[in-house]
């Protein structure tokens, strides 16, 4: 089993950046590569963007290119994600995924409102 536990969300203004983390427990030695997603009220959930096991950042969304960051320190079992410039568009709730052993696992997401 593996548990996800997200941090980091809030209000900022539009412009402005917050850091969320994502502290992985439970059988971490089996975790293989994390992303994070976001998910607006009715619509589905996607991804945002997602990193190897290794901490090598594999994709991220075209509408975050070059304004959010991934990285992932396996010593401390974390995933981040650095969002700058934030725009209203990115009011949404984020959750982190990661798989181990063939499941996939989500955090309870953390609510990021950013504000014209």
């Known amino acids: 089993q593996v548990q996800l536990a997200e941090s980091g969300g809030g209000s900022v203004q539009t412009g402005g950046s917050l850091r969320l983390s994502c502290v992985i427990s439970?059988?971490?030695?089996?975790?293989?590569?994390g992303a994070w997603y976001r998910q607006a009220p009715g619509k589905e959930r996607e991804l945002v963007a997602r990193i190897t096991r290794g901490g090598v950042p594999r994709e991220y969304a075209v509408s975050v290119k070059g304004r959010f960051t991934i990285s992932r320190d396996n010593d401390k079992n974390r995933v981040d994600l650095q969002m700058d410039n934030l725009g209203p568009e990115g009011t949404d709730d984020y959750y982190c995924y990661a798989s181990a052993q063939g499941l996939g696992y989500w955090g309870q997401g953390t609510q990021v409102t950013v504000s014209a």
């Open positions: 439970g059988k971490t030695w089996t975790v293989g590569p």
